[in-house]
């Protein structure tokens, strides 16, 4: 009899190590985030540029809007759309068996917070920003002049995103259903049939 190789079983990951991961990567982006926007409105509020390498420079802008300056008046749905969009990363990660996945799931958190805070906390901070609930503008100072200015938040989002979509392309059958037992796929003792 021709034996059949099994299918691989996913670790599993403890809630300390899960959570670690996703609260260091998160706390990692906003602190990072947070700090540099701090140094930008110190250092380019007069006006100046600080140029860096080739076409990057930092200059500071504020965008009450989404990418692209886009949607300057929904700066609050835009907020509550992060935050939606966060809490249902983190409820993903309830179920994930990669560390890896984690830890990009704690970055697109962190940058979505990090954007978050400066809704919250910068309103009315510059001239023709609007006042009310997460109206403020965010911080953006990565010039690459061929492209809209941006933050570490933005950019963590970016990255993190492209890594959970790379992730999922390669992810095996067993991660896409969760539901499935691997002790069960391990000992072939799955009998029940899902037909209709």
């Known amino acids: ?3 059949v190789p ?3 079983v996913p670790t599993q990951i403890s809630a300390l190590r899960r959570w670690g991961a996703v609260a260091l990567a998160t706390l990692s982006v906003l602190l990072v985030d947070q700090l ?3 140094w930008a409105l110190r250092r380019l509020s007069s006006g100046e540029m600080v140029h860096v390498l080739f076409s990057l420079r ?4 504020f965008n009450t809007g989404m990418a692209f300056s886009k949607g300057a ?3 609050p749905l835009i907020g509550l759309v992060a935050l939606v969009v966060a809490g249902l990363l983190l409820f993903m990660a309830r179920k994930s068996t990669s560390i890896l996945q984690l830890v990009f799931i704690g970055i697109v958190v962190g940058g979505a917070i990090g954007n978050v805070i400066d809704r ?3 309103v009315g901070e510059a001239p023709k920003f609007t006042t009310g609930f997460m109206s403020g503008a965010v911080v953006d100072f990565i010039d690459l002049q061929w492209w809209p200015i941006f933050n570490v938040a933005d ?3 970016v990255v993190g995103g492209i890594g959970l979509v790379l992730i999922g392309l390669r992810s095996p059958d067993y991660e896409a259903n969760p539901a499935d037992d691997p002790a069960d796929v391990a000992d ?3 009998t029940e049939s899902t037909d209709v």
């Open 1 to 3: 009899m021709e034996s």
């Open 6 to 8: 099994s299918t691989p």
């Open 36 to 38: 540099s926007k701090a």
């Open 58 to 61: 930092f200059n500071l802008a």
């Open 73 to 75: 008046s929904r700066g």
């Open 120 to 122: 919250a906390s910068r």
């Open 155 to 157: 950019a963590s989002i």
């Open 188 to 190: 072939g003792s799955d």
